[in-house]
């Protein structure tokens, strides 16, 4: 089916492991970011990209890296997780110039 | 800081009802959007506004955006318990291409 694919939908890890966490969009839209969203913050922005091997920062980018080698992967990596980063994770891709955001079903991580 | 400021948090009201939810910013929008989430999904788009002063409708929902581009309004009319859910506001900026959204508002509507 053609749309924004995430997975895991949910992973269990332990504080200091690495987690990466995949999208893939098949609409080819060239722009795509990444949330994350907890109580009390809504949604939160990590990192987002214009276009292939073009990355940039959110409001919230610390503890992630991202990578966009092909322009429907958007794959996020956790390096060494704290439990902090417990939460639930978009990807959304977007048409330039319309703002307009299309959701993943989202990504649960727990960090034990 | 580009803040996007949600207003109320939450609300429960009586079928029936009429509500309305405000999104504001210090910062001149580009374009706004308004989603709405169910649990364990992702967002769903209902509307984009563009221009200062436009309304738009859908269905029982009325969206505003202000003259000065700088807040917007979701009205809803005579409130029905399909209507319960998250409803967030999303802004972009001129010459940036990020993305921020309010901490949305949890609307609850009674039978």
């Known amino acids: 089916d053609a749309g924004i694919t995430q997975s895991p939908r949910y992973k269990i890890t332990e504080t200091g492991r690495q987690v990466t966490l995949m999208c893939h969009q098949t609409w080819s839209h060239s722009y795509m970011f990444w949330y994350r969203q907890d109580l009390g913050h809504g949604l939160r922005l990590i990192y987002y990209s214009a276009a292939a091997d073009i990355t940039d920062k959110g409001e919230v980018p610390d503890g992630y890296v991202v990578s966009r080698s092909k322009t429907e992967n958007f794959p996020l990596t956790l390096e060494s997780a704290t439990r902090s980063q417990t939460s639930v994770y978009f990807c959304a891709s977007s048409v330039p110039n319309t703002g307009e955001l299309f959701f993943g079903e989202g990504s649960r991580l727990t960090v034990l | 800081t580009q803040l996007l400021e949600q207003s109320p948090q939450f609300l429960s009201i009586q079928e029936g009802e009429n509500l309305t939810v405000y999104c504001n910013s210090s910062s001149v929008f580009s374009s706004l959007q308004w989603y709405r989430q169910e649990p364990g999904e992702g967002p769903v788009l209902l509307v984009t506004?563009?221009?200062?002063?436009e309304v738009k409708k859908l269905k029982r929902l009325t969206f505003q955006f202000g003259d000065a581009r700088k807040d917007s309004s979701l009205h809803i009319t005579a409130a029905q318990p399909g209507d319960t859910g998250l409803y967030l506001c999303a802004g972009g900026y001129p010459r940036d291409d990020k993305i921020i959204f309010g901490k949305g508002t949890r609307l609850h509507i009674l039978p």
């Open positions: 506004v563009v221009t200062g002063g």
